[in-house]
């Protein structure tokens, strides 16, 4: 446990200086590997979507839990790989720099170029966004994950280790490729998405405590992020990036929700906020928001193993007492 509370820091602290693997990231090693699987495994059932899930997420944690297993002998590697493994599972420093790079865009009046990063930040159909729409869109995904690409990863990973974060991000993975309540996934991709949800239920909570906490930090208000949590999150379609997404809302001061348009159709999802719509300034305020919670994430979990890890060594010592 003392291994993992160092991993936990040494892994966040990597992704700022470093952002994601820039070459043959697991992550999309995993997403290939699931979509060539997908071709053997897919039925329009529920249960060929539970095999699928299960296959990837056991191969998957299974080779975690070997590595993890085989290398506790050497304390310093232990720790050393197990931070490289978080690491390569986190995404907060890249989302923070995309929110930026659209901000940037946006300002600048290239909106070609904007439509052109959605993609990296959500599942939109960038062809519909207007400035706005490219805008909210960007504030929205920041916040949702702000949860998802490190919250969720440094939860898993203090309650498990590396098999904790590998097997949360491919959970997350899968969500993001067969999730869906369309034509094709609502049956098959219902295992992956139902596990998602299961799975960023305290993460999600954790980012909103965080963000209701560090509201000033972007010149907000808590008891507005909190009011906000309280009174709007649970209209969103999602128990999880409704939390998200409307203490961000509140902190920041805007309004998020109303029509969406992603690939698949065009979804109506509820008004988050009371404020007006977000603007690029708001943008970049949501990336700076976004990196206070990742900090504050990453020292209370850390900090979480680490008292852990005392109180069971001061366990362990009384009961070898004679």
């Known amino acids: 446990?003392?291994?993992?509370?160092?991993?936990?820091?040494?892994?966040?602290?990597?992704?700022?200086?470093?952002?994601?693997?820039?070459?043959?990231?697991?992550?999309?090693?995993?997403?290939?590997?699931?979509?060539?699987?997908?071709?053997?495994?897919?039925?329009?059932?529920?249960?060929a979507g539970v095999v699928h899930t299960a296959v990837v997420l056991s191969t998957v944690v299974g080779g975690?839990?070997?590595?993890?297993?085989?290398?506790?002998?050497?304390?310093?590697?232990?720790?050393?790989?197990?931070?490289?493994?978080?690491?390569?599972?986190?995404?907060?420093?890249?989302?923070?720099?995309t929110g930026a790079a659209m901000a940037d865009a946006v300002a600048a009046g290239d909106l070609y170029a904007a439509r052109a990063?959605?993609?990296?930040?959500?599942?939109?159909?960038?062809?519909?966004?207007?400035?706005?729409?490219?805008?909210?869109?960007?504030?929205?995904?920041?916040?949702?994950?702000?949860?998802?690409?490190?919250?969720?990863?440094?939860?898993?990973?203090?309650?498990?280790?590396?098999p904790g974060a590998v097997g949360y991000r491919t959970v997350n993975t899968l969500d993001a490729m067969i999730g869906y309540r369309n034509d094709r996934y609502s049956r098959f991709g219902w295992c992956a998405a139902r596990l998602d949800d299961v799975v960023n239920l305290v993460p999600?909570?954790?980012?909103?405590?965080?963000?209701?906490?560090?509201?000033?930090?972007?010149?907000?208000?808590p008891a507005r992020a909190l009011r906000a949590w309280r009174e709007e999150a649970g209209s969103h379609p999602s128990p999880n990036a409704g939390v998200a997404e409307a203490t961000a809302a509140g902190a920041l001061g805007v309004g998020l929700g109303g029509e969406t348009a992603y690939r698949h159709g065009v979804e109506q999802r509820p008004r988050l906020g009371r404020g007006p719509a977000p603007t690029t300034?708001?943008?970049?305020?949501?990336?700076?928001?976004?990196?206070a919670v990742q900090a504050a994430a990453a020292l209370v979990t850390a900090g979480a193993t680490a008292l852990v890890t005392a109180g069971a060594s001061v366990r362990t010592g009384q009961?070898?007492?004679p």
């Open 1 to 47: 446990m003392r291994t993992r509370s160092s991993a936990l820091l040494l892994s966040w602290l990597a992704d700022v200086v470093l952002g994601d693997p820039q070459h043959r990231h697991p992550v999309a090693a995993v997403g290939s590997a699931a979509a060539r699987l997908e071709t053997l495994t897919y039925r329009d059932t529920r249960a």
């Open 64 to 97: 975690a839990v070997a590595v993890d297993r085989a290398l506790r002998p050497w304390p310093w590697l232990h720790t050393a790989v197990t931070a490289a493994g978080i690491w390569a599972c986190l995404g907060g420093t890249t989302l923070g720099r």
């Open 117 to 162: 990063i959605v993609h990296s930040l959500c599942g939109r159909d960038p062809s519909l966004l207007d400035e706005a729409g490219v805008v909210r869109a960007a504030v929205e995904s920041v916040a949702e994950n702000t949860s998802d690409a490190t919250v969720g990863v440094l939860v898993w990973a203090a309650v498990a280790g590396l």
């Open 204 to 221: 999600a909570r954790l980012t909103g405590l965080l963000t209701v906490g560090l509201a000033p930090v972007v010149g907000g208000s």
């Open 281 to 291: 300034d708001d943008l970049r305020r949501a990336v700076r928001l976004s990196a």
């Open 319 to 321: 009961r070898r007492r």
